[in-house]
């Protein structure tokens, strides 16, 4: 056997040992997207007589309004992974980037909130919210996702950005505001993009939050409107597993389109600093 042939059987080998353990993973994904499809009233392995269509995905669409509630998500989510990519990237750039007295020590101040449970200060944030006048409201359903994991994610990987790229803007007459904007921005978009899918994935799934600042049923997201598919005597698991394939696919693509850059963004992150 040639060394090329030992190679490729070597790989196949290796992909079917790695193929395995995937599969496994997938497998509650498929049993999802299965029950979404039938009538069940319980969770089992057996899809014997039952008849598969799209019944569930009508009702859950037509009868329990969750449109309004999957375009509550889309909106919160959309919005609270714009907001903390402005919010974190410029703290980030005053930093790593600014030299101040107390820097390094005010950051580290920063990082210890992130040790500090949110259930901690869920009422004292609810309380602020109140005041403010922010129940019911998009704005109050994203602001909480900006916090010190983003402006320390974004800072790792924006001291390994060249100042002397920096300086040599500043020579030419550049301000901060444009540095940032035309210089730093370009460098550093695979740790926005990690940021991104972080954020997306926090706010799309959370559900504790919501259910405190949300009190109208309008507001509702979809965590929460799926939450209400589960009846008090009796459930319909497909039209439960319908609301969660519905909930699971958004995340899910983002990740498959932006995969390559989330890792990188990661990679890169970790190694800087």
């Not at 909930?247 to 983002?254: C, E, H, K, N």
Request: some cysteine; charged content about 10%; proline content about 4%.
């Amino acid at each position: 056997m040639t060394m090329a042939k030992k190679k490729f059987l070597i790989q196949v080998i290796i992909g079917g040992v790695l193929l395995i353990p995937a599969l496994v993973a997938l497998l509650p994904f498929i049993y999802m997207a299965l029950v979404s499809f039938t009538q069940k009233k319980a969770l089992d392995l057996r899809f014997a007589g039952e008849a598969l269509s799209l019944k569930n995905y009508r009702s859950v669409f037509m009868n329990l309004n969750i449109g309004r509630a999957l375009y509550n998500s889309i909106v919160v989510t959309g919005g609270a992974c714009i907001l903390n990519m402005v919010v974190a990237s410029m703290a980030a750039y005053g930093f790593s980037k600014k030299e101040w007295k107390g820097r390094n020590q005010v950051f580290m101040l920063y990082l210890a909130t992130l040790m500090i449970p949110g259930q901690v200060t869920l009422i004292p944030v609810f309380t602020i919210m109140k005041t403010l006048n922010l129940l019911n409201t998009h704005i109050a359903l994203m602001l909480p996702v900006v916090n010190a994991f983003g402006v320390f994610l974004i800072r790792q990987f924006m001291v390994g950005v060249p100042d002397e790229l920096i300086e040599a803007a500043r020579i030419d007459g550049c301000g901060d505001f444009r540095i940032f904007l035309q210089i730093v921005i370009p460098l550093i978009k695979p740790v926005l993009i990690s940021l991104t899918i972080f954020t997306f994935i926090t706010n799309w799934n959370d559900f504790l939050w919501p259910l405190v600042i949300c009190t109208d049923e309008k507001m509702h997201t979809l965590t929460l409107a799926i939450s209400a598919l589960k009846g008090n005597y009796s459930t319909n698991y497909g039209l439960v597993m319908a609301g969660s394939t519905l909930a699971f696919m958004p995340p899910f693509i983002l990740y498959l389109v932006l995969q390559k850059q989330f890792v990188e963004g990661i990679a890169l992150s970790g190694i800087k600093g």
